[in-house]
């Protein structure tokens, strides 16, 4: 859709401070744009309430839906036209700026849409996020640009939801300036003070250098102060010397301005303060020269640009805030500045020489008011951004609205207009080529950026592996019973020869637990690592052991313990073609096994076998860790949405109630998601993983950081901020991401990077140097008491899937993911309990041989096109790519949602094994007894945690203090106490305190 961005309207109420300035010419345009149907993006500032009388202290519902009440009336002819653009097929998008933060409130929402008949069409967006718009293959980014200004940025964090009063939000030191200097100012005639922008410290000190008495009588008025020779040890917001230290004076002219300012600006003259006042005015004002104004960005504008080019991949940057027109064409990038909708000031360039800046003193002296001679230096200058789609891309260009028409801008007699992804210019960096091309799910963990911006295009004639399973095996997952039955399937544990006794007690509950499920000893598997190193020998093992046990001894759920050095990521591999497989791995930072993690994960799997949870709220959580780059978003387009939708269309499916996670800033952090997380059974994660950084890192750290989730600017979700508080309960996380289950020790794509060129694909290939090792992030998350059942993600990297190729009888991508989502749901023929965790992942590696035949049949068809290379290299990619998923934790486990029949495995005292009801005898394991006999009162104090949690209780230990004695009231009877005890023990966890031994 052609859209229209406008820029810093500035409407205010009619009163003296209200300096908007297009009552005519800004309904003629927006009646213009009526045919063809147009977005208006009002990009922050659209409502000025600091220009009616906005309350700066706080935002309140009331006063604030009547200021904007103000507004309406004062502009009508505005909102009218916006009304029409409405009734032709467009939208109206108000984007938060620095000054129309009362737009966040629900009820100046209401008075907004009321004012445009309540149409459809209408949109509010915070402002603190950038709106990506795509044009084909381009993308244009639209933000205010008051998050990169300190003097205007907003706390939005603090901002109001849902109509709620924030008497503790504070707008910007600017907005302070506006309100307590700059307006007063205007008021006693110095109509510089409203035509400062943004700039609001420079123009503070601007329109003293114009009127030193008017300034010194508002000083004097309003309390302010100003401490000539030293400066508070806090910060004072009535103290001005940080405004006045900005221009750097020397003693003179120090003693010059405090002079001026003590006795009302009695001098003569025109001082050496003033010519600097006003030319550190001028550099960030927009200079004109000639008498147009200079289009070219602010420095500080341009860096920005870059900046959010880099993180987002846009071709285009459109800026508002500065109210200076510009336009500029930077290595392929199209920076825009839609300007503002108030007069603007011409003044001299900033390195003019003095006697202009003297000359312009003088004038503006003798005619403060700019009514008479100075009249000529105050110009409405009336722009926007245009984007208009045109083939694979757009056509982007600075317009403004002249003689009753919109026009191209023009500067130095070359119009302002320029091709965006079009492949016809200098801005053509994506074409259908580019577009075919594969990126990683990588970043680098200096900057956060993503590696191979442009991404490679898979090479044809790869050589891919044999297939990963033996030929003949006589029994798989999946024969002739429930495939989900344990007592059907059977359950064993895969284990390193001679460490069985390493895990044997922690793992002890597991064991059990499942031995009751199936009525029978659960094997245990002792494998030779250095065997199965890799595939030939894995495959061998699978087929001279595995296979070799008698069929009603061969368990088809495997579980291997142990981190990718002692049992080898092959066998998990080849055994994943034919089982349902998965791993536990917690190791420490010296390499050995966290037993205390191994014991936590076990009670877990045990106490949600015996005491699920309720239904979720939200079956199924997305969260994108939205960096703006091309790779997420082709995963966000060509995977989770239609995924999601796919599975919320589909009324047999537990999945109907899908909900994404939103981000809270320009500047992402895992917030949100840790709150929302609670509430949901599958947990769908897409983003950038980090990878090393240029000079790469030590063991440690390596360790630690490689597969945690970058979420754009540096901000991380890493293993230490889902340890310790609730984090998906229960439930099921699916990690696409890079690395994000695991490291190998060589990357399956080696053959393919080593002959690329460039920094970036030796980066790719250095993310494999070292030992191999499960990821610490899903460690941390199935560690956790309260944490997820199972992670599913990738021992290697992920990339792109938006140019996947399906081959014949198969499913598309997302439809191949989406059918691991439904089957961890109930099943057909009766199956009401939730489907194994494992069995969803085999669906999934069941494709393999599919791919390896058509890759196959694909190389011996006659070649030779560039097409017919192109698929060959997809086809690859895709066949490797379904050997890269991992499952960590136990594939038995179950998704936790509600069920037709039962919501509850069955308990081992149900028909097979028989717990005593009586107190537990000296030897019998206190722990295992306490887990049989587990009541309601466990999951009382669980809910009394997250409710601590939740409410941020600002002291954990009297939160603790409160659970303890609520918890001593109802402990009654020894059973009851013991309770109590494991409870508190879990509550002081999840608080961040220690737990006595």
Known sequence: MRTLILGDLHLGDGGPWDLFAGHQALPALLESCTTPPTRVILNGDALDFLRAEARVTGLDPQPAARQAEAIVRRWRPVFLALGRVLDGGGEVVFRLGSRDAPLALAAVQGVIRRALGDRRGVRFERGDRPALLRFGTARVLVTHGAHADPLERLDYRRLPEDGESTPFFRLGRGAWLTRNVLHPLLEQGVALAGLVGPAADRGVLAAAAVAPAAFARVVAERGLR??????????????????????????????????????GGLGTGISAWQIRALRAFAEVHGAAEGGAFDLRPLPDDAREARRLRRIHEADAVVLGHRHAAAFFNDDGLLHVNAGGWLPR????????????????????????????????????VFTAALVEPEGEGAVASLVAWRDGRLQVVEAGGVACRSFVGTGTTSFAVRTPEARQRCRPLLATADTGDPLLDVGLAPEPGLLFPVARHPSGWSRALGAPGDPHDLAEQLWGVVVA????????????????????????????????????????????????????????????????????????????????????????AFTGADGAPRLDQYRAYADKVVRHAWHPLAARRVPLLLHIAEDGSRAVDAGLRALLDPGAGALGRDSAQPYASVQRVEAEGLVPDAAPLLRQADAAAVLWTLGHAIGPPPAGWDGATRRRLQGAISLGNGALLTAEAVARRPFLPGGIWLLFASFSAATPAASVYTPWLAGQPGPDAARLLQATAGAPFVAALPQAALANPFGPLA?????????????????????????????????????????????????????????????????????????????????????????????????????????????????????????????PEAAPTPAEPLRTWLHAHEDALLQRARALALAALAAEVPDPEAAWQRAQAHLAGEAVGRTAALHAEIALAAIRRGLGLTVDA
């Open 791 to 915: 992670v599913i993600g990738l021992c290697d990297l992920a990339w792109t899937p938006g140019s996947r190729v399906a081959v014949t009888d198969d499913l598309a991508w997302h439809e191949r993911l989406t059918q691991v989502l439904a089957a961890l749901g109930p099943g057909p023929r009766g199956r009401h309990e939730p489907g194994r965790v494992g069995m969803a992942l085999l669906h999934h590696a069941r494709a393999i041989p599919a791919y390896e035949a058509a890759l196959a049949a694909h190389r011996t068809a006659p070649g030779g096109t560039e097409e017919h290379d192109r698929q060959d290299g997809l086809l690859w990619l895709a066949r490797q790519d379904l050997d890269c998923y991992l499952l960590l934790g136990d594939p038995a486990a179950r998704l936790p949602l509600a069920t037709v029949a039962t919501q509850v495995e069955r308990r081992p005292d149900e028909g097979r094994a028989t717990v």
């Open 226 to 263: 100003i401490r000539w020779d030293d400066r508070p040890a806090e910060p004072d917001p009535a103290d001005l010397t940080p405004v006045i230290e900005r221009l750097d004076l020397d003693a003179v002219d120090r003693a010059e301005l405090r002079e001026a300012l003590e006795r």
């Open 345 to 380: 000031l011409r003044l001299p360039p900033p390195d003019a020489d003095d006697a202009r800046f003297r000359d312009l003193l003088e004038l503006l002296q003798a005619d403060p008011r700019l009514v008479a001679g100075a009249r000529r230096l105050r110009v409405p």
């Open 497 to 584: 020869a001679g460490r069985w006794g390493v895990y044997r007690d922690a793992l002890a509950p597991l064991v059990a637990l499942r031995e009751a499920q199936m009525d029978a000893h659960a094997p245990v598997l002792e494998v030779d690592p250095g065997l199965v190193a890799d595939v030939p020998g894995a495959v061998a093992w699978m087929r001279d052991a595995w296979q070799q046990l008698p069929v009603h001894r061969r368990p088809g759920y495997l579980l291997l313990l142990g981190d990718l050095d002692e049992l080898p990521l092959a066998l998990q591999q080849v055994l994943g073609s034919a089982c349902a497989v998965g791993r536990l």
